[in-house]
């Protein structure tokens, strides 16, 4: 709607300023302008007022009409230098003035002759008098030729020279036939009104360059030739050779298996390949316009792994570019890193007792945080915690009340013992929580060649395995299961001894307990010895 109402607005100005030249500004006025007041604030001279009455008519400059149009020549307004600040940095950048070289800080304001550059694996984001913004990266030299302000009215004259590396501009709607925006390269000279775009030099011949818009429209023009450029086109321009027409930007590409939550300080982003593309530019920022790029990279191929940062939120920007160096729509996301402080070191833990003596155990990666954020679940999502325990041990054992089954756990470092701000959880672990049986006291005697085995019942749950061998190390054993009873009659072979041994069982859980010691037995020997 916005868009809409300043095209209508431009529309009427041309209506009822049939006259309007470009030398010459038009003021709209607002609820109680005067003609004395307009020439004070924004003329070189308050006695201009009666040159403009006499040059639009005015009847009565003291009573003028909100909404009518003032023309009044450009050569009246007051004008003067703009500055231009630096609205972020970060790396090293260095600017010559005077030709000399000076190392660019945070409070330096650019001036008129002024020149940029931009070290490389750096960043710095300018902003203008009429807070356009721009930023560069990686290389970039530009230079301020132009840079004109005409008093309070709102007009910025500002054109920049850019003689290597690449830049986004962010401009702001322009207020006035003054205002002017220019970004010239070797090859040609880009003009713009509100709008995103982006401009760069052709690395490989240094009089080519692109032109690539993502909001809004730019005008390119080449020894006396002009082309439109609208949204989602770009244009590639050399130096010496008609201009093109733009062609269609590259989508943005799609990425794979994508993470918005980052718990690890080695992270890789992949994505599906984009037709035509000859390589990938991806970049990371911590801000939504990407102003402050604090790291970004090339890649010919479809994943690239990031770098180690500090935890918190960032942008994440992938682009696809084609062989001239026409970069496509970006993709941007969202992303959370939280990789510190890293996660205990888990010693694994197959089955914890409930009378026994086992307890899940860990290792701290960071002797400066020992405390540790312990949970307990019985769903390996972790949906519904049972326990959710800050420890300052290494050590954890569960609660003789937890039911027997199978559980898992994760855990965390804490940031600080007081707080339970926490970094990422450690790699999901099981146990299964049972109970610990006893060994079974065997005995065993012969009876005219038949064996007999017995033992001690413990609980109407229980059941016994029985393993059989003629190997004391009880290889190629045979199993057998007893249910209901308390001994059992054996058939044995008269010639062979035999190794018998047995574990209790309780129906239901999947951990037996303890092997009884072997009983030898030999029936030809009438030999029958438990516990050897």
């Not at 080519?208 to 818009?213: L, Q, S, T």
């Not at 590259?250 to 918005?260: C, D, M, R, S």
């Not at 005995?443 to 061998?469: G, H, M, R, T």
């Given at each position: ?521 030999s029936a030809r020997a009438n030999l029958a010895i438990c516990g050897v």
């Open positions: 709607m916005l868009r809409i109402v300043s095209v209508l607005f431009l529309l009427l100005l041309a209506c009822l300023s049939g006259q309007v030249r470009s030398s010459e500004w038009v003021y709209v006025v607002t609820d109680g302008d005067n003609l004395w007041n307009i020439s004070k604030k924004y003329l070189y001279n308050v006695t201009y007022f009666e040159e403009v009455r006499k040059l639009n008519n005015i009847n009565h400059p003291r009573r003028m009409q909100p909404g009518s149009l003032i023309r009044i020549p450009l050569d009246w307004v007051i004008k003067h230098s703009a500055k231009v600040s630096v609205k972020s940095l970060n790396g090293e950048s260095i600017f010559v003035r005077n030709n000399t070289e000076f190392v660019v800080t945070s409070d330096i304001q650019f001036a008129l002759g002024d020149e940029l550059r931009v070290g490389n694996k750096a960043s710095i984001t300018l902003v203008f008098a009429d807070d356009s913004e721009m930023t560069l990266s990686d290389g970039v030299i530009v230079a301020f030729d132009h840079l004109t302000q005409y008093g309070k009215t709102g007009m910025v004259d500002t054109r920049v020279r850019l003689s290597q590396g690449k830049m986004e501009i962010r401009a702001e709607k322009q207020k006035g036939v003054a205002s002017r925006l220019d970004i010239a390269t070797a090859s040609a000279i880009t003009s713009v009104r509100g709008t995103v775009f982006r401009v760069g030099v052709d690395k490989s011949k240094k009089k080519g360059a692109v032109v690539e818009v993502i909001e809004g429209e730019v005008a390119v023009s080449q020894d006396g030739d002009s082309v439109s450029v609208k949204q989602g086109f770009g244009l590639h321009v050399e130096q010496g050779k008609k201009l093109t027409s733009p062609i269609e930007l590259l989508k943005a590409p799609e990425l794979i298996n994508f993470q918005k939550l980052l718990q690890s300080e080695s992270n890789k982003v992949q994505w599906q390949p984009v037709t035509n593309a000859q390589n990938y530019k991806l970049a990371i920022a911590d801000d939504s316009l990407f102003s402050n790029i604090i790291w970004q990279e090339h890649s010919n191929l479809t994943s690239i792994e990031l770098p180690v940062l500090n935890d918190g939120l960032y942008y994440l920007r992938l682009t696809a570019i084609t062989a001239n160096g026409i970069e496509g729509v970006p993709n941007d996301n969202l992303i959370e890193l939280n990789a510190f402080p890293k996660p205990p070191t888990i010693e694994p833990t197959a089955t914890i007792h409930v009378n026994g003596s086992q307890r899940l155990s860990w290792s701290h990666n960071n002797a400066q945080h020992t405390s540790v954020l312990l949970q307990l679940s019985q769903s390996e999502d972790f949906s519904k915690p049972l326990l959710s325990t800050t420890l300052k041990s290494n050590q954890f054992r569960p609660s003789r009340e937890l039911p027997t089954g199978r559980y898992y756990w994760r855990i965390a470092t804490l940031e600080q013992e007081s707080s339970l701000t926490h970094g990422p959880f450690s790699a999901i672990n099981s146990f299964q929580y049972s109970l610990l049986l006893p060994a079974p006291s065997l005995k065993a005697s012969i009876k005219n060649d038949d064996v007999f085995l017995s033992w001690k019942q413990q609980d109407s749950n229980q059941y016994i395995e029985l393993q059989i061998s003629e190997q004391q190390n009880f290889n190629g054993a045979t199993s057998q299961t007893v249910r209901d009873q308390h001994q059992i009659e054996l058939s044995l072979e008269q010639e062979q001894v035999t190794y018998i041994r047995a574990r209790a069982r309780l129906n239901g859980e999947p951990e037996p307990g303890e092997w009884s010691k072997p009983c030898k037995i």
